[in-house]
């Protein structure tokens, strides 16, 4: 019998071509800013955004990296959700799980992600269409 990982909603991100408007908006409906960072790897920065009272975030993704993913999701699709994040414990137990399961993820190993945590993501062939990252927290955020 498989063991629940526990898995809590984290974030929803959102590939934005103007995120400067986006956090004002989001600023101006209660949500306070938790910070910004850099992802190289994926060409993006990020901006978390939580609500009040809430662990649950808003991320904003920014395009540094002009042929990184988050620019070519852009050029495809425009703005919008790029995916939901789960945060988990035992990624890489789930990730095993999740292949023998016929899941297809889309990194062979987990990479690092924003906010101190290890990454991959639940390819949206596996799940009809939708982006789903799982995380697993290395440090404490601060």
Known sequence: MRTRLN???DHAAIATRDPAKLRHVLGLLGLTDSGSEDVPSQGVRTYFL???AATTQIEILDPIDPEGVIAKFLARKGSGIHHISF???GLDALCEE???NSVRLVYET???GAH???VNFIHPES???ILIEIAEV???RT
Do not use: E, F
């Open 7 to 9: 898995a809590r909603l």
């Open 127 to 129: 799940t009809g269409g």
């Open 110 to 112: 987990p990479q690092v």
């Open 87 to 89: 945060q988990v414990d």
């Open 138 to 140: 290395l440090a404490q």
């Open 50 to 52: 939580k609500p009040a």
């Open 116 to 118: 101190h945590t290890r």
């Open 98 to 100: 999740l292949r023998a």
